[in-house]
């Protein structure tokens, strides 16, 4: 190395460090300033990790400097290198090994960074805001970095205070607080953090007291404890004030550790983050010492930089503070005047929750607080206030209507389901006779077929009352959907309604949606396109949903749209709203329950079909899916309980008694198994295998040796290839079990050996089988740690081999690794060979060994065996150890 590469070293090492204690300092102006010189430096000598770094501290300094607009771009910039080796190499040709790893710890943090930015300057509920988050999580699995996923529930958190479902908030604030990990990956303050917040919003202040002490617990695991315990003392002497106990605040300050030394302001400039949170605070003391205009003095200024800066979602809380503060003063005017812009702006974020609060302060029907509490407060000195005690005049018994409209209340929208419509419209009559013989017709498709007819006869030009054409439009979908052609015939009668009533969200759904459905009924995009292009129908749901952001059903049908064009964010968007405004709907539980089993979310599945089912929704679908989301997070005891009630819903299904005897197992109760899988023997005699192993581990549990030993016996008889009903982690899962439970026979035992060979023969082996092989010999020092490849042709005989397991019969050939203790790559190979002997009877044929670690002391022997695959697919495979993950188990 050159003396001037090892002086570019120094200087780089020199800026990280100051930047380093900038940083625990939380004097962010100075560490983005000094991170600007890092970058320019990096940029001069073309080197591309300490560039990284400075964008990376730059993007997460603009959070608390409150430039947004900055730190998107900074992250975007990242990303496009982090994404791209070429476009590396073009920054610095000779990519130093750091680059590599880099990419593997960093990538996931700037995407974290983006969609903070995004949400920071559009809403956390704004277009694009889930599509961030969901790709944020892919990016931590390429990555394997798993431990990040937890920063991106953090935005589960607010995108869902933003949608206005605080229940599923406080869900994933519950779950952050509780994850805890290891060093600068532990959020627990965070989640503890956004809880307590959630709470004291909600108005329960009692709950929200407790979370505050929870919250100092755990503020110093935070990687900037600083920071962390600023943000603890704010809400503890907030939560205090509102109580109406600030003159606790000295002594709980001490008892928490929350010293008057949090309370120093930063050099001027240095965090306006910090210092507009803690003017929030401030405001919060000053209302409930009765100085309001010293608390409209203090927001003021940061309600007009924060709008300034496009920092819109903070703005949103500032500006709901302060028009709560004018209420209190007794100034509805001004409130009016405020609130007015505030509703025009947070209508485009889809920020419903900022909505709602807004309404429900000018309506008076929550008692005005300082902190704009989404209901009245449980304690304090705004509590227990009579409306003529709340500082507003009598205007707020009779609130401005048109304004709370405005702030987010729902139009005169008719829904598209009779129980739902309490007026009458000009043809409603005539609805009502359809509805009725609709139900009447038994489907009977003659029956449906004429009933469209008649809708068809009815000429467009006599329904003149939109409410009169969505119900048409509704009614006539259901209709046209049994017959051919029928979706072509409604999408020319009634594709007019939306040009005459262009302002009515039932009508613009209902249109659009009817649409998707009569475009999928011709054969070329052209001829689809003919009928309504696809950014057509996207438009008209959006306009239907910023019509009326209160539908749930509108929503349900824009996300069944979005789902089908595969934008699941924007999908999951709509059904998170829609869930929001009807929690006993299953079609969208179901919906959004799938999203989030499909992104790696299954604890967030179980939540929302929990919630669909404490609603008294009886729809068997969702115990379905709650039970295998409940056996998915191990929750035996829930999943049992599920598949009792689905069994009692859709009595005599196959599959449900497998499913309860595995939960029953799980628990440890093996005669109501072996009860249940008698009646599953009856219903799926088609699939005898899950049967069977089942029984051999109930026959374990009660250490019953002879009933294990036939229950095994039985097992081994069926072909494995036949299971085709079962998933290949199903299968896998069912043998570990039996072979746990078979350890219990002499070691000598005929049927244990088999079962091994059977296991060895598949790939199905678990570790525990070589282990105990292992332990059979001296222990050696100076192992190394060996992976073999091998290839094993096949021939005629393998489609009918006991080890062919399902979708494998026409293979010519497989590939598999083993793991392996040695001292050298022959005896690896060697001892590999010699149980590959054991699984088909042709030689195989060594293609790899590639040591992965040494200086062992341990057994020598196989330490694991990989699955089969075929050899096309083999290539590419990075598999480090025997464990597959295992896959969602499915049967029936």
């Known amino acids: 190395m050159s003396d001037e590469q ?34 320019s430096l990096a940029k001069s000598e073309g080197r591309i990790v300490p560039f990284l770094l400075a964008n990376f501290y730059l993007m997460n300094d603009a959070q608390s400097l409150l430039e947004p607009a900055a730190g998107a771009d900074y992250a975007v910039e990242s990303i496009a290198y ?60 390429r990555t394997g970095k798993m431990e990040c996923v937890t920063c991106f529930r953090e935005y589960a958190t607010d995108v869902y205070k933003a949608s206005d479902d605080l229940e599923m908030a406080q869900h994933h604030a519950r779950y952050v607080a509780t994850h805890e990990t290891d060093g600068d990956n532990d959020r627990r303050y965070v989640g503890n953090k956004d809880l307590t917040w959630l709470l004291m919003v909600s108005g329960h202040l009692e709950a929200a007291w407790d979370s505050v002490l929870q919250t100092a617990k755990v503020a110093g695991t ?21 109580q109406g106990r600030s003159a606790e605040i000295p002594q709980w300050a001490a008892d928490l550790e929350l010293p008057d030394s949090t309370l120093e302001p930063m050099p001027q400039g240095e965090n306006p983050g910090d210092d507009s949170q803690w003017d929030l605070c401030r405001a919060v003391g000053a209302c409930c010492a009765g100085d309001h205009a010293a608390a409209i003095q203090l927001l003021t200024p940061w309600d007009r930089l924060l709008r300034e800066r496009e920092c819109i979602d903070r703005w949103f809380e500032f500006r709901l503070r302060l028009i709560a503060i004018f209420l209190l003063q007794g100034d509805r005017k001004k409130a009016e005047a405020l609130g007015e812009q505030l509703a025009a702006r947070a209508k485009p974020s889809r920020d419903f929750f900022t909505l709602r609060r807004l309404k429900l302060m000018l ?17 304090g000195p705004f509590g227990h206030r ?24 729902a139009t005169a929208e008719p829904a598209v389901t009779p129980e739902e419509d309490d007026t009458q419209s000009p043809l409603w009559g005539r609805i009502r006779q359809l509805q009725e013989k609709m139900q009447q017709s038994n489907g009977e498709q003659a029956v449906l077929n004429g009933l469209l007819d008649d809708l068809l006869q009815l000429p467009p030009a006599d329904v003149t009352d939109p409410r009169d054409a969505s119900w048409f439009l509704y009614l006539g979908h259901v209709l046209a959907h049994s017959r051919e052609h029928g979706l072509m015939d409604l999408w ?63 929503f349900a049908r824009a996300g069944a749209f979005y789902l089908s064009q595969g934008k699941i964010g924007e999908a999951e968007r709509c059904f998170a709203r829609g869930f929001r405004l009807n929690r006993a709907d299953s079609r969208m539980a179901l919906s959004l329950a799938e999203i989030y089993s499909n992104t790696d979310r299954p604890r967030d599945a179980l939540t929302v079909l929990d919630m669909c089912i404490r609603e008294g929704c009886a729809d068997a679908m969702l115990f379905w899916q709650a039970g295998l989301a409940a056996f998915g997070l191990n929750n035996y005891d829930v999943m049992v309980t599920y598949f009792d009630k689905f069994e009692e819903l859709e009595p005599g299904q196959p599959w449900t008694n497998y499913y309860r005897a595995t939960g029953l197992l799980e628990l440890e109760q093996p005669d109501k198994a072996l009860l249940a899988l008698d009646q599953e023997d009856g219903r799926s005699p088609d699939a005898p295998l899950p049967v069977a192993g089942l029984r051999a581990w109930a026959y374990g549990q009660l250490r019953d040796a002879e009933a294990l030993e036939t229950a095994v016996e039985t097992l081994l008889k069926i072909p494995f290839a036949s299971a085709e009903y079962l998933t290949l982690g199903g299968l896998s899962r069912i043998c570990g079990k039996v072979f746990d439970v078979i350890q219990q026979l002499p070691r000598n035992s005929t049927i244990r050996r088999r079962l091994e060979e059977r296991l060895l023969q598949t790939g199905l082996a678990p570790d525990e ?15 190394n740690y060996y992976i073999v490849s091998l290839r094993q042709d096949l021939n005629e005989s393998w489609a009918s081999f006991p080890g062919c397991l399902p979708g494998q019969a026409d293979w010519p050939a497989y590939e598999c690794r083993w793991g392996v203790l040695a001292d050298t790559e022959e005896a690896a190979a060697e001892t590999v060979l010699r149980w590959q002997r054991r699984c088909f ?33 083999f290539e590419g495979e990075d598999e480090e150890d025997g464990d597959d993950e295992e896959e969602e188990e499915a049967g029936g």
């Open 363 to 379: 309506s008076g029907e929550v008692l005005a607080s300082p902190i704009a509490a989404v209901a009245t407060l449980s304690s």
């Open 6 to 39: 090892t002086n570019v070293d120094d200087q780089i090492q020199q800026l990280t460090n100051r930047i380093d204690v900038f940083r625990k300092q939380c004097h962010w102006r100075s560490a983005s300033r000094v991170s600007r010189e890092l970058r």
């Open 769 to 783: 089988l070589f282990e105990a092989h292992r332990e059979d010999t001296p222990t050696v020092e100076g192992l």
């Open 841 to 873: 009877p042709i030689p195989a044929e060594v293609e790899d060994v590639a040591q992965q670690g040494d200086g062992y002391t341990d057994h020598p022997g196989i330490v694991w065996q990989s699955a089969h695959m075929p050899v096309d697919d």
């Open 82 to 141: 982090l994404e791209s080796e070429e476009k590396a190499r073009q920054f610095q040709p000779d990519l130093p090994d750091e680059y590599f790893s880099t990419v593997q710890w960093m990538s996931s943090c700037s995407y974290d960074n983006l969609a903070k930015h995004v949400a920071d300057r559009e809403g956390y509920n704004s277009d694009g805001v889930h599509d961030c988050i969901n790709e944020g999580i892919q990016v931590c699995r």
């Open 386 to 409: 009579t409306k003529a005690d709340s500082g507003s005049d009598a205007a707020a018994d009779t609130a401005d209507k048109t304004l709370a409209v405005k702030a987010g209340e």
């Open 492 to 554: 020319k009668w009634g594709n007019g309604f939306v040009t005459r009533f262009p302002q009515h969200a039932g009508v613009l759904n209902l249109t659009a949606d009817l649409a998707d459905s009569a475009r999928r009924t011709v054969e070329t995009p052209a001829e689809a396109d003919q009928i309504a292009t696809l950014d057509r129908i996207e438009s008209l749901f959006r306009q239907s949903l910023d019509l009326d952001p209160d539908h749930g059903n509108n």
């Open 222 to 242: 935070f990687h900037n404890p600083l920071s962390s315990r600023r943000e603890t003392r704010r809400l503890m002497d907030t939560v205090l004030h509102l």
